[in-house]
């Protein structure tokens, strides 16, 4: 996923399709939330106005992720929309505050173009912040621990050790 300028400039009447599946395994190593991800697909375009360069791209594939309650693994598809833009003139004056500002254009570092370290961020930014696995049974329990229904929570109960101390109060109504 990776172009010369010179070619992308050749591109420009022709126009630019894009339909390749990429690994992206490594991810794995940059955000321990992600325990697999299987091979993505892109699929886009690119647009050429200027000295600009946009693709449009939409990015395709599945990681796997632990339950929130459960650590448990969680297929988790993910299908993302995403337009990258690049200066391809590197004389015109575009500095790095004018990147910071505007997030969407990207100054070219050397003479190529590649895709690869936006789709990667476009997919760590798509990791959600929660993910639950859809089976999970709410009766579940542990060691010390319960998963409790709300109804249930505020269902009136009595500790066993006062059990006694309530049976008292009655009797001494009665």
Known sequence: MK????QLKALKHKGLSIDETIDVSDLKKRDSDIRGISPVHVKGHASFHGD????????????????????EDVEFPFD???????????????????EEENEEIHQIRGNTVDLLPYIKENILLEIPIRVVK???????SGKGWEVVDKEEDNKEKVDPRLAGLADFFNKKDN
Request: hydrophobic share 40%; charged share 25%; net charge negative.
């Open 3 to 6: 172009w010369s300028v010179e």
């Open 52 to 71: 600009n360069v946009s693709f449009h791209l939409n990015i395709e594939g599945e990681m796997i992720l632990p339950c929130a309650n459960t650590l």
């Open 80 to 98: 993302i929309d995403t337009i990258e833009t690049f200066i391809l003139d590197p004389i015109n004056d575009f500095s790095e505050d004018d």
């Open 134 to 140: 859809e089976d999970v049974n709410p009766n579940q």
